[in-house]
């Protein structure tokens, strides 16, 4: 079980807590991580990542233990600590403005 940290818009879509555990079949990557939320929270689909390059959107960032992954590649593995349920795979919505 991987545990994933979900910012309050997101909370509020699927009407869940501050955070959910998600099954993970296979390598546990961003991809696969965002794939399972995807899948047992339908109403997330697109909110993360854009349906068609299946790239991050601009206003979310990647976390876990305490490194920022928003620019590493999906397919890399999570650390040992977030695939065996220490740490949670943490999702922000970045701030913008001045």
């Known amino acids: 079980m991987i545990r994933v940290a979900l910012p309050y818009h997101l ?5 869940v807590g501050s955070e959910v555990k998600v099954e993970i079949a296979g390598p546990a990557t961003q991809r696969s991580v965002l ?4 899948e047992r929270y339908p109403m997330l689909r697109g909110t993360m990542r854009d ?3 299946q ?7 990647f976390f876990a233990c305490e490194q920022d992954l ?5 397919d890399a593995l999570l650390p040992e ?3 065996a349920g220490h740490e949670p795979f943490v ?7 001045g």
């Open 70 to 74: 928003s620019h590493e590649s999906p």
């Open 81 to 83: 600590a977030v695939i």
């Open 35 to 38: 794939d399972a939320l995807e």
């Open 91 to 97: 999702i922000v919505g970045a701030v913008a403005g």
């Open 11 to 15: 909370r509020r879509m699927a009407d």
């Open 55 to 61: 790239n991050r959107r601009p206003y979310l960032r």
């Open 51 to 53: 349906h068609q390059t």
